[in-house]
T-cell receptor
Framework: GAGVSQSPSNKVTEKGKDVELRCDPI?????LYWYRQRLGQGLEFLIY????????KSGLPSDRFSAERTGESVSTLTIQRTQQEDSAVYLC???FGTGGGYTFGSGTRLTVV | GEDVEQSLFLSVREGDSSVINCTYT??????LYWYKQEPGAGLQLLTY?????DMKQDQRLTVLLNKKDKHLSLRIADTQTGDSAIYFC???????????FGQGTELSVKP
């Protein structure tokens, strides 16, 4: 597509439920990134996929968080047993290679009640 | 984000120049970026500079890089009310493609 597409744009879930967030990167972009932005905060790196290499998961805050990407296509970020502190905007970005700037999606606003 | 630091707020008058500053800690950073985030929107790449440059100009935007002091700045000339947003600086490190972001500087432009 023309840009990075994320869905849903908003998600309200009950504490303890699992959620899946989806990111559709720009076609041909080999790298895909997930970031979290809490209210009034900067961006916190979560995970990074580059082609078929093993993902860099160093930013995942706990084992409740996981992400998958098949090839160079769609990625899903899964949060299990959601907690209130998981409430944030989850941003996905993609890039062609690793040197240029990213293109960000509009994010998924997750609210855990 | 604690490795990249920015002041949190900046307020200017319309027509003035704005200078947003950023310091980073990793001398091996290859690229440094400025992103703009308007309310309720995603991040928009404004400009970036390669680490072997010390200045880059793009229309109203001027980026200055001082590698010795690990200091990056973004100057916006003739600031307009539409420039009101949060500005993030970010660095890219050699060992991976991930960007490390600062906390963001909220720019407020008063008419």
């Amino acid at each position: 597509g023309a840009g990075v597409s994320q869905s849903p744009s908003n998600k309200v879930t009950e504490k303890g439920k699992d959620v899946e967030l989806r990111c559709d990167p720009i076609s041909g972009h080999t790298a895909l990134y997930w970031y979290r932005q809490r209210l009034g905060q900067g961006l916190e790196f979560l995970i990074y996929f580059q082609g078929n290499s093993a993902p860099d998961k160093s930013g995942l805050p706990s084992d409740r968080f996981s992400a998958e990407r098949t090839g160079e296509s769609v990625s899903t970020l899964t949060i299990q047993r959601t907690q209130q502190e998981d409430s944030a905007v989850y941003l996905c970005a993609s890039s062609f290679g690793t040197g240029g700037g990213y293109t960000f999606g509009s994010g998924t606003r997750l609210t855990v009640v | 984000g604690e490795d990249v630091e920015q002041s949190l707020f900046l307020s200017v008058r319309e027509g003035d120049s704005s200078v947003i500053n950023c310091t980073y800690t990793d001398s091996s950073s290859t690229y440094l970026y400025w992103y703009k985030q308007e309310p309720g929107a995603g991040l928009q790449l404004l400009t970036y500079i390669f680490s072997n440059m010390d200045m880059k100009q793009d229309q109203r935007l001027t980026v200055l890089l001082n590698k010795k002091d690990k200091h990056l700045s973004l100057r916006i000339a003739d600031t307009q009310t539409g420039d009101s947003a949060i500005y993030f600086c970010a660095e890219s490190r050699n060992q991976g493609g991930k960007l490390i972001f600062g906390q963001g500087t909220e720019l407020s432009v008063k008419p």
